[in-house]
């Protein structure tokens, strides 16, 4: 299974990237499940999305404690401690950060664990799409380049996504032009073993996320049977595959559920 975190601000996009990379998945005949959490409802607060992709059915639930990829929308909010960026990232996690240094300079002022690769989705949305934080298509196509995604189920993913969003045909083609660019561009380093599931791949550069895992398993809603792509080629099936972090409570220092 692959687990992936985005990590974003309000507006940024991060769950519909999480949505379009759960498609582009589930149009490449895998089983995908993803959802977000929220902090405080108003643009600019600390989101987080999450996206699982396997084989076979997947019964975890929750938030990723230890994610396989990790996308950051906004490198402000790694040192923002009540984001939780780091947390369970190890040194084999696949680290996407949106900016315009290069990698090496990114982990020297972040100290950022996990193997990390950067591009400019700001500038690059700003240039071809007219605004700074349109960039869910751009940040849903990067997570499918370090997933091993065909780039064809990226940009059909992104159609429907954006469509369900009401955009028109026009601006949809602009980001899945965007998209592209950026799927091709992207250099994707070298992934390696596993991220460890021992202590040391909990340790971290800000709080440690227990504590939240905990809380999502005790809270966690019954088992969604997941969905995967029908033999027979029928029909879309979005909405058995889609679940949401449910609780009764709050599920971390930052979010509730919507």
Request: aromatic share 4%; hydrophobic share 40%; with cysteine.
């Amino acid at each position: 299974m692959e687990a992936v975190r985005f990590h974003g601000r309000g507006g940024q996009g991060a769950k519909t990237a999480s949505r379009i990379l759960g498609t582009a998945a589930f149009l490449s005949g895998l089983i995908a499940q993803d959802s977000p959490i929220y902090g405080a409802e108003r643009r600019g607060a600390p989101v987080a999305a999450f996206t699982r992709i396997a084989r076979e059915p997947i019964r975890e639930r929750g938030v990723i404690a230890h994610p396989d990829v990790l996308c950051v929308a906004d490198a402000s909010l790694i040192e923002d401690p009540t984001a939780h960026v780091a947390d369970g990232v190890a040194a084999e996690t696949l680290v996407f950060v949106n900016s315009p240094f290069p990698p090496e300079e990114v982990v020297a002022r972040t100290a950022i664990p996990g193997k990390v690769t950067t591009l400019d989705l700001t500038d690059l949305a700003l240039q071809r799409l007219g605004q700074r934080e349109a960039i869910s298509a751009l940040l849903g196509a990067v997570a499918a380049r370090l997933v091993l995604l065909p780039q064809e189920s990226v940009q059909e993913a992104i159609a429907r996504e954006l469509g369900d969003l009401g955009l028109n045909a026009t601006a949809i083609e602009r980001n899945q032009s965007a998209a592209r660019y950026c799927y091709d561009r992207l250099e994707v380093p070298a992934k390696g073993m596993r991220p460890q599931q021992g202590p040391a791949a909990r340790r971290s550069i800000c709080r440690p996320m227990s504590r939240l895992r905990e809380a999502a398993q005790e809270s966690a809603p019954q088992p969604i049977p997941c969905c995967a792509k029908p033999a027979d080629g029928g029909r879309f099936a979005r909405s058995c595959r889609r679940t949401s972090v449910t609780a009764a409570g709050s599920v971390s220092p930052f979010a509730r559920t919507a």
